[in-house]
């Protein structure tokens, strides 16, 4: 299981991160609006760097155990306003922080639990909030954790911005 240590109390000074420097490492320049494209790209570069292997968090928290799949980094870069209908802003900020889920999930605040699917599925839900710096700029980031009999699994991450413009507004979408 990955566990953070961190020199200083919880917070968001020790989860910054450069935007452009996360983004360089995806190679996704003019390719933001094929959500297919992006999708397999960043998969396949998180696969090349293990970060599936043994990607199982603790949330501090509710002591939750969640695990981290390419098919819930999928989601998170899916269809409609998840990522395919976002302003481009939020959608490199989406892309910026998906190596940072893992201490988001640990340091996450556990806000909703066994909220159920509203798209009718027969699946629940719980929800964490954390904030992370990103160019000295603070996001909330909400997780969508999907629970299921027995297991845990990331779904999904939304960052909400100060700007009404690029906000997120339903979490459960």
């Known amino acids: 299981m990955l566990r953070y240590e961190w020199r200083e109390e919880r917070g968001i000074m020790d989860n910054k991160i450069g935007l452009q420097k996360e983004l360089d490492t995806y190679h996704l320049s003019g390719k933001w609006n094929d959500y297919v494209g992006v999708q397999k790209r960043v998969v396949n570069i998180l696969k090349e760097e293990g970060f599936f292997e043994n990607n199982i968090v603790v949330n501090d928290d509710s002591k939750m155990v969640i695990r981290i799949t390419a098919k819930g980094i999928k ?4 269809k409609g306003k998840r990522f395919q209908n976002l302003p481009r802003r939020l959608k490199e900020l989406k892309v910026a922080t998906l190596r940072s889920i893992p201490m988001l999930i640990q340091l996450g605040t556990l806000f909703a639990d066994d909220v159920q699917n509203i798209h009718g599925e027969n699946s629940v839900f719980a929800y964490l ?12 980031v909400r997780i969508s954790i999907k629970r299921k009999a027995g ?12 700007e009404k413009s690029l906000e997120l507004l339903d979490l459960r979408s």
Do not use: G
């Not at 909030?129 to 909330?140: G, L, P």
């Open 129 to 140: 909030t954390h904030e992370i710096m990103i160019d000295e700029e603070v996001y909330k």
């Open 151 to 162: 297991s845990n699994i990331f779904w999904m991450h939304n960052i909400d911005c100060k």
């Open 75 to 78: 989601e998170t870069l899916s």
